[in-house]
């Protein structure tokens, strides 16, 4: 069989060492070349075209970012953004993911030669999934990423106004490799009266702060990352912290957010299928769930408990996802209704809503 052919970019040589050795010991991996700046390894990728690349933000003659950007537009390829865990780390990695990095490594601040060696596994099962990524570039519209936009005072109210509905609907999405841009694609196009969305995106603490307040300067509805105990109101999204997990529970009338710490659950953490779970206990027919992109199988035994228990259930197609893994085994679960493309989801949402509302209604 033949192996994944990768190229690291960094400007620490210790970090290129034990990046380098960490490749090399797996069967099914090699490291072809080791780059101290992006302009070495732009001919090293031009001379060798691996399979993946490993690669650093902060380097010398060229900025990642800046890196990735020509990357993408001239020689699309998977990476992986290797980046160090600090706040200005974490808004350059979802920018990284915004210009189509696959998905990203938080490198240690300190410690980098044990950390990077506890991350090996982390690391490598990266490198793998990347080898087998799709290369999809997500725009969002044009107004939407246009200096000094803002979403919510241009908000336009919708042909058919969800009103009541949405306060007894709560959507849940899960995702994992790609869904940091899939749910953004899924977040910009929901009206400012939409349910409320409560998501577990695979991601490390320290990043999704980060995450939830770039996604909201876009979204007409508010995006934060969630709070234990706070209530969850129509026209937010709540998004599980990094390194917690997020579910849903009930009081009286209303609906609160739990985050708490615990073991991994399908070895991630936060994991869907404990926000899934809850769903299906908790919120029951009122609940509608989205599977995107993402490696494994994540949330979908939980999904299929959603849709025994009333939900209504979709899941993103093959075509749009970087990887369709999850998607793939929610729907071999029996879990979705339907199966979508990434642009069509929102849309088919409100149909679906404002379906269901006149149903009820034409019963009263």
Same mark, same amino acid.
């Given at each position: 069989?033949?192996?994944?052919?990768?190229?690291?970019?960094?400007?620490?040589?210790?970090?290129?060492?034990?990046?380098? @050795?960490?490749?090399?010991?797996?069967?099914?991996? %090699?490291?072809?070349?080791?780059?101290?700046?992006?302009?070495?390894?732009?001919?090293?990728?031009?001379?060798?075209?691996?399979? +993946? &690349?490993?690669?650093?933000?902060?380097?010398?003659?060229?900025?990642?970012?800046?890196?990735?950007?020509?990357?993408?537009?001239? !020689?699309?390829?998977?990476?992986?953004? +290797?980046?160090?865990?600090?706040? !200005?780390?974490?808004?350059?990695?979802?920018?990284?993911?915004?210009?189509?990095?696959?998905?990203? +490594?938080?490198? *240690?601040? $300190?410690? /980098?030669?044990? #950390?990077?060696?506890?991350?090996?596994?982390? &690391?490598?099962?990266?490198?793998?999934?990347?080898?087998?990524?799709? $290369?999809?570039?997500?725009?969002?519209?044009?107004?939407?990423?246009?200096? #000094?936009?803002?979403?919510?005072?241009?908000?336009?109210?919708?042909?058919?106004?969800?009103?009541?509905?949405?306060?007894?609907? $709560? &959507?849940?999405?899960?995702?994992?490799?790609?869904?940091?841009?899939?749910?953004? %694609?899924?977040?910009?196009?929901?009206?400012?009266?939409?349910?409320? /969305?409560?998501?577990?995106?695979?991601?490390?603490?320290?990043?999704?702060?980060?995450?939830?307040?770039?996604?909201?300067?876009?979204?007409?509805?508010?995006?934060? %990352?969630?709070?234990?105990?706070?209530?969850?109101? *129509?026209?937010?999204?709540?998004?599980?912290?990094? #390194?917690?997990?997020?579910?849903?529970?009930?009081?009286?009338?209303?609906?609160?957010?739990? +985050?708490?710490?615990?073991?991994?659950?399908?070895?991630?953490?936060?994991?869907? @299928?404990?926000?899934?779970?809850?769903?299906?206990? =908790?919120?029951?027919?009122?609940? =509608?769930?989205?599977?995107?992109?993402?490696?494994?199988?994540?949330?979908?035994?939980?999904?299929? @408990?959603?849709?025994?228990? #009333?939900?209504?259930?979709?899941?993103?197609?093959?075509?749009?996802?970087?990887?369709?893994?999850?998607?793939?085994?929610?729907?071999?679960?029996?879990? /979705?209704?339907?199966?979508?493309?990434?642009?069509?989801?929102?849309?088919?949402?409100?149909?679906?809503?404002?379906?269901?509302?006149?149903?009820?209604?034409? !019963? /009263?």
């Amino acid at each position: 069989m033949a192996k994944t052919r990768v190229v690291v970019v960094d400007d620490s040589a210790l970090v290129r060492s034990l990046l380098t @050795e960490i490749i090399n010991r797996q069967p099914d991996m %090699e490291c072809i070349g080791a780059a101290a700046d992006p302009l070495l390894a732009r001919e090293m990728i031009r001379n060798l075209n691996p399979d +993946v &690349i490993t690669l650093d933000v902060e380097m010398p003659r060229m900025d990642g970012i800046d890196f990735l950007a020509k990357l993408m537009r001239l !020689r699309p390829m998977p990476v992986v953004m +290797v980046s160090t865990l600090t706040e !200005r780390g974490a808004e350059v990695t979802l920018k990284a993911l915004e210009l189509g990095a696959i998905d990203f +490594v938080a490198k *240690p601040k $300190i410690g /980098v030669a044990d #950390g990077l060696r506890q991350l090996q596994d982390d &690391i490598t099962d990266k490198i793998r999934i990347a080898s087998k990524a799709r $290369i999809h570039r997500l725009h969002a519209p044009a107004a939407a990423g246009t200096p #000094g936009h803002d979403a919510k005072a241009v908000a336009r109210p919708v042909s058919a106004s969800l009103g009541h509905l949405s306060t007894e609907k $709560i &959507i849940f999405i899960g995702a994992s490799t790609g869904g940091t841009e899939a749910t953004k %694609e899924v977040l910009i196009t929901l009206p400012a009266d939409s349910p409320a /969305v409560v998501i577990t995106q695979h991601m490390p603490p320290g990043f999704t702060r980060n995450y939830a307040a770039r996604l909201d300067g876009l979204c007409k509805i508010s995006v934060k %990352e969630a709070v234990d105990g706070e209530r969850i109101l *129509p026209g937010h999204a709540y998004i599980a912290p990094g #390194g917690m997990h997020l579910s849903v529970e009930r009081s009286g009338a209303n609906y609160l957010a739990r +985050v708490q710490d615990g073991d991994p659950v399908n070895r991630h953490k936060p994991s869907v @299928e404990v926000l899934f779970k809850s769903a299906a206990r =908790v919120v029951g027919p009122n609940a =509608v769930g989205i599977m995107l992109t993402g490696m494994g199988a994540d949330g979908a035994t939980a999904m299929r @408990e959603m849709r025994d228990a #009333g939900a209504y259930c979709v899941a993103q197609d093959e075509a749009t996802c970087v990887v369709f893994g999850m998607p793939r085994e929610a729907i071999a679960a029996g879990a /979705v209704q339907e199966v979508l493309p990434l642009t069509k989801i929102t849309g088919h949402l409100m149909d679906h809503f404002r379906a269901t509302a006149g149903s009820a209604l034409s !019963r /009263v």
